[in-house]
């Protein structure tokens, strides 16, 4: 627009973009009166302007099916998710041109941990469904997505911390680590949440990517190996069409639903998995948040479950945020997996002033402790408690060399639509 068309005092370049907040916010209070005023809308809006979170997603614009379009989507949601714009994303395959087979798996595998995740092209690109590239792409472009579907519960609970506090979901590495000065330049991974760190493949023909591990004290466990591997390390890795490199932070508790669902409405009852990683001290902690996905209950009626998760002392605690909280969830939990643990003797729930063993097995080459079908409610408060074998080992004491015995313990885890694939 020319510098001359004016809005009484203001040039028109300074307030054309809250023409586009001001569309998604008639819109999107256009759907809730629709609704009577019972249902969250989502609008989803290119164009933005400060605030525009309040009303609905964002999509980075009409980009193109090129690496350096790729590339530049990670920058872009970082930047926007540090200006309070947290369900952002770009259109997965680049919207103008035609991806190679791939560019598309990497953008898929890229996409699906970005906030807003959606395939969308021009109608004059040639079709792209997943299942048009050969049995082999179609199952790695499934497999990437059922570990987004896996991860909702994850996704759900950092959407509603960044409803109260403003975190953004997706984040730069020295949000958390602003003082490891190596991170500050780094805007080819990213995190999501704390606990969460992704190094997507970007490059054509990549065989290998190098990705930067925060935190001189910390461990991360690799998600799909449970690897361990030291912070603050710059770490190479190997990388195949099937490869998306994450990892999970020592010292963090991460719920999925594993379950294998054609939408996200099926997993609105699933059973949940709770990952403990433990830090190098043994320790972790997490948080689970639940309620109905729709309605505007969780904020005019306190309908909603948020639970911290901790584990201490060889003992993995459930326990309620929020006293005054009333919500029901038939949810449970069927599996637990404490990373970097030591075998236990025996592993006792207790819940309702009552102990029942739990079945567990141990995987002593990655030191993996799964503990199998607890069965208590995600909404109740419980413990699982992990008895350690004791040692007794003769030491010389004093001139005498006295026998003495010393017991010793070995201390041991939105509302979104998707299209399921089609085969």
Known sequence: MH??????????????????????MATAEGQIQRSGGVERPFVLTRAFFAGSQRYGAVWTGDNA?????????????????????????????????????ELLVRWYQTGAYQPFFRAH??????????????????ALIREVIRQRYALLPYWYQLFYQAHKTGMPVMRPLWVDY?????????????????????????????????????????????????????GAQNLYIPVTLSSIPVFQRGGSIIPRKDRVRRSSTCMENDPYTLYVALSPKKF??????????????????????????????NALTSSNLCPDCNFLTSSWIEKVLILGASKPSKVLLKMDGKETPVDFEFDTSMSVLTLRKPGMNAGADWTLKCLMKESFVNIPVGPSYTTALISLRFIPFLRVTLKALKM
């Open 284 to 313: 972790a902690e997490g948080e689970l948040y639940i309620d109905d996905g729709h309605s505007f209950n969780y904020d005019t009626k306190k309908e909603f479950i948020h639970r911290s998760l901790t584990f201490a002392n």
């Open 3 to 24: 510098k001359d068309a004016l809005h009484g005092k203001w040039e028109h370049r300074d307030i054309h973009n809250i023409y586009g907040l001001y569309v998604q």
């Open 65 to 101: 099916a090129e690496w350096d379009h790729l590339k530049i989507s990670i920058p872009m949601c970082l930047s926007l998710g540090l200006v309070g714009v947290s369900f952002c994303g770009a259109d997965v395959g680049g919207f103008f041109k035609n991806p190679s087979t």
């Open 178 to 230: 602003p003082k490891d000065t190596a991170t500050f330049t780094i805007d080819d991974e990213f995190l999501i949440g704390s606990d969460l760190l992704v190094h997507p493949v970007t490059e054509e023909g990549s065989r290998g990517v190098t990705a930067y591990l925060p935190g001189a004290e910390e461990v991360w466990y690799d998600v799909h190996t449970f690897q361990k591997h030291n």
């Open 121 to 138: 092209a021009h109608l004059d690109t040639t079709r792209r469904e997943p299942w048009l590239f050969g049995p082999e792409n179609t």
